[in-house]
C-alpha cells in the first residue's frame, strides 16, 4: 500500500495552506462576530478570494472552468478551510462541494453552462438544502413533496438550516418524487419559494444559514431517470467534505492547546507535562491521524466507485465531527479561563465543532445507517 502523495498533490496541498493561512485566517474573528449585512459582504469577498487564487473550483475539470486536482485536493481545501475559519469552510462546502457538484454530476447542458462557471469562478454563491424539521432518524426519505407539471416540477415543504440560504443565487434540494429521493435546482426569488430570516447560532456564525418554506415553487429536476442514485452519491460527498472540515477543526483545537500546554507553567513544570493534561494532547493527535486515513480511504473508494463509499464515508464524517467536538472540549479545558472567554480562539473552535455533529445529517442518524449495514453483511 502506497501512502505518498504526488509533487503535485503536494503543492495543491501547500498552496491551499499558504492561501488560507495569509487571506483566511486573519478574519476568521471578524466573521465570527460581524453583524450579518457585513456577514454577508464577508463570505462573497472570501469566496472571490479563493476562486481568485484559483483554489475555488479544485476538484472540477479545468475544461469545465475548475482547477483540477481531483478529489483529493477538494477535500484537502475543506480540511485547510477547516482548520483556520470554520464558517467559511461551510460556506464553500455548499456553494461548490455540493451546489456545483449536483451540476456538474447531474444537470443538463444548458443548466451547468448558465450556473457552473459563476459557481466556480467566484461570481455565484450556491446553496445545498435536505435538512427537515421533522426529518426520521431512522431513513433517508423526505417530506418536501415534488409534482410534475408540463414544464418541470413544483416542490412544497420545508427545509432546515440551509448553508448560504440567505445570499444564494440558486440552491440544489432534495425532495421525493413518487416516492423516490431526487435532487432539484431551483434559482433564488423564484415564485413559491421563502428563505427565513437570518439565523443567529451559537457556534459558525459567519455562515449565512436560514430555513426556507417551498409553496408550489418550480423546480428543474437533475439526474433524470438516475433515481434515488444521484442522491446517495451527493450525500457520500456531502459527508466526507464535512468530515475534511472537522479534520480541519481537530488540528486547529490540537495546535491551540498545544501551543498553551507547552508556554503556560502549572508549578514547576511547563502545564503539557502533566499527564491529565499530555494524554488529552496525545489523544488528539490520535484523533487527528485516524480522520486523515479515513478521509484519504474514503477519497480512494469514491474514486474507484465502490458500493461500499457511502458507509465509509458516513464512518469518516462521525468519527471527525464528535472527535472534533471533544477535542475542541478539551482544548478550552486546557487553556482555562482563557478559553472559555467569548473571543478566545479555543471558545470559537468550541462553538463551530458542535454544529458539524448536526448538520450533515446527525450522528445518530449516520449510526443507524452503518448498523443497518453491518447486519446486511453479517
Known amino acids: ?93 455548499s456553494s461548490v462541494g455540493l451546489c456545483a457538484r449536483a451540476l456538474y454530476e447531474w444537470g443538463e447542458g444548458s443548466e451547468r453552462d448558465a ?6 469562478g467566484g461570481e455565484k454563491i450556491g446553496a445545498w438544502g435536505s435538512i427537515e424539521p421533522e426529518a426520521s432518524l431512522d431513513e433517508w426519505g423526505f417530506k418536501t413533496m415534488a409534482s410534475p407539471t408540463g414544464s418541470g416540477y413544483r416542490l412544497g415543504g420545508k427545509k432546515s438550516m440551509v448553508l448560504n440560504a440567505p445570499v444564494s443565487a440558486l440552491k440544489v434540494l432534495t425532495a421525493s418524487a413518487n416516492g423516490v429521493p431526487a435532487l432539484f435546482l431551483v434559482v433564488s426569488g423564484a415564485k413559491g419559494i421563502e428563505t427565513g430570516a437570518p439565523q443567529v447560532k451559537m457556534g459558525c456564525r459567519g455562515v449565512p444559514t436560514a430555513d426556507l418554506t417551498l409553496e408550489d415553487c418550480p423546480a428543474v429536476r437533475l439526474g433524470h431517470g438516475n433515481g434515488e442514485g444521484s442522491v446517495v452519491a451527493l450525500r457520500s460527498f456531502e459527508h466526507l467534505l464535512f468530515g475534511a472540515v472537522a479534520t480541519g477543526v481537530i488540528k486547529a483545537a490540537m495546535v491551540a492547546a498545544g501551543i498553551h500546554a507547552r508556554d503556560r507553567r502549572a508549578g514547576d513544570q511547563a502545564l503539557g507535562r502533566h499527564q491529565e493534561i499530555s494524554f488529552k494532547l496525545a489523544d488528539t493527535l490520535l484523533f487527528h491521524e485516524t480522520a486523515l486515513m479515513l478521509l484519504n480511504r474514503c ?50 473552535l468550541y462553538r463551530d465543532a458542535k454544529l458539524l455533529e448536526i448538520l450533515g445529517d446527525r450522528t445518530e442518524k449516520h449510526r443507524m445507517f452503518i448498523a443497518d449495514r453491518v447486519l446486511d453483511l453479517y
Open 1 to 93: 500500500m502506497e501512502f505518498a502523495f504526488t509533487e503535485e498533490q503536494l503543492g495543491i496541498q501547500r498552496k491551499i495552506r499558504d492561501c488560507c493561512q495569509r487571506e483566511i485566517a486573519p478574519g476568521a474573528r471578524d466573521l465570527d462576530v460581524a453583524p450579518m449585512e457585513r456577514t454577508l459582504e464577508m463570505i462573497r469577498e472570501r469566496t472571490v478570494t479563493l476562486a481568485r487564487e484559483g483554489l475555488l473550483g479544485l476538484g472540477f475539470p479545468v475544461e469545465k472552468g475548475g482547477a483540477g486536482g481531483g478529489l483529493l485536493s477538494a477535500v484537502s481545501l475543506h480540511q485547510e478551510l477547516g482548520e483556520v475559519c470554520t464558517a467559511t469552510a461551510l460556506s464553500v462546502l
Open 115 to 120: 450556473f457552473l462557471p459563476g459557481l466556480l
Open 299 to 348: 477519497v480512494w473508494m469514491m474514486e474507484e466507485k465502490n458500493p461500499e463509499a457511502p458507509v465509509l464515508c458516513s464512518s469518516a464524517k462521525v468519527f471527525a465531527s464528535e472527535s472534533a467536538a471533544r477535542a475542541a472540549e478539551w482544548a478550552v479545558q486546557i487553556t482555562g479561563q482563557e478559553g472559555y472567554c467569548d473571543d478566545s480562539h479555543a471558545g470559537r
